[in-house]
């Protein structure tokens, strides 16, 4: 039995691993002005919680998998940069295991959620997926061969970060033109801001009030109901969207792209013409090498699936 931990700057969540899934989900307050040393501790309680509500104790539990923010190397078990929390080489997995007892694997969060995802969720039919994570940025992460590919020091899969529009806008990486700047559901509302902006006669004015009150489902929900000026918003989100997943395809060409984060709540909405984008413009015809563009299923819960295989998978 191992125990997976979704570390997050607001909480912690947490959960054995079973055959039959996850049993004793539970949850634990986190903040940057704790110590690393503090946040170890409250992980730790919150693994044996975890452990109890599932109705076991830590005798039982033989590893813990961490999946954490920021750059993390796999390998050592430590943070090596959280901006957010403004961490540098925290050797977290060490410290964790100081208050548990137990062996602690870490990788970073996203890398944590593809794994899931290919092993439990939409993409346990695959031996090669990549999962796009469409929230506040874009994230993900990429699994070949059923294995989690990390890059050198873990330091890879950055994918919200290839440019797709040089010299495009700023990033908050310092570069311009990143597939996040684009893709992620910021980047939908800017493109819907402006457009309202720009067009006072739009339905999207009636959804969301003022520009500042649109978010990622009003340029959506106003093109169903037929708003040209949604529709555009819509086609541009699509192409910007389209372009990084035909070059994450022609890179690594999975047998399937999984889609999460608030906008993959879009469903067929969303894929149907990300797949009429996609499919012309990918190197090597998808009826040649099939290529399936699907919504991820786990949600929440995808990161402590991954982080608890991760951990198996290193026992």
Not at 10 to 35: E, F, I, Y
Not at 118 to 143: M, P, Q
Request: hydrophobic share 40%.
């Amino acid at each position: 039995m191992v125990i997976g931990v979704d570390l997050g700057g607001m909480s912690a969540k947490a959960a054995l691993l079973q055959q039959a899934g996850l049993a004793g989900k539970s949850r634990v307050a986190t903040s940057a002005n704790d110590s690393p040393e503090q946040t170890a501790v409250a992980l730790a309680k919150l693994c044996t919680a975890a452990a109890e509500k599932a109705g076991k104790s830590m005798d039982d539990v033989q590893a813990i998998g961490i999946g954490s923010p920021g750059v993390v190397d796999s390998a050592n078990g430590t943070v090596v940069f959280w901006s957010n929390y403004q961490w540098h080489d925290v050797p977290l997995a060490e410290l964790v295991r100081k208050y548990t007892g137990k062996p602690v694997f870490m990788t970073n969060d996203a890398n944590a959620a593809a794994l899931g995802e290919a092993k439990f969720g939409a993409g346990k039919n695959y031996r090669d997926s990549i999962l796009v994570t469409l929230g506040t940025g874009v994230g993900g992460g990429i699994v070949i061969g059923g294995k989690l590919f990390e890059g050198f020091r873990s330091a890879g899969t950055e994918i919200g970060h290839m440019v797709i529009r040089k010299d495009g806008e700023l990033c908050t990486c310092g570069r311009r033109g990143c597939f996040e700047r684009y893709a992620s559901a910021t980047g939908l509302i800017n493109m819907t801001r402006r457009e309202m902006i720009a067009h006072p006669e739009s339905s999207m004015w009636k959804r969301a009030g003022t520009p500042e009150g649109a978010d990622g489902a009003t340029a959506f929900a106003c093109a169903r109901e037929g708003d040209d000026v949604a529709k555009r918003v819509v086609e541009e989100y699509i192409s910007y969207l389209g372009e990084g997943v035909v070059n994450l395809v022609n890179l690594f060409r999975p047998e399937a792209v999984l889609f999460g984060g608030g906008i993959s709540a879009e469903g067929e909405n969303l894929l149907a013409p990300l797949r009429e984008y996609v499919y012309p413009r990918i190197y090597v015809s998808e009826t040649y090498a099939r290529l399936d563009l699907v919504r991820a299923e786990l949600g929440n819960d995808a990161g402590i699936f991954g982080a608890a295989q991760f951990a198996y998978e290193r026992l």
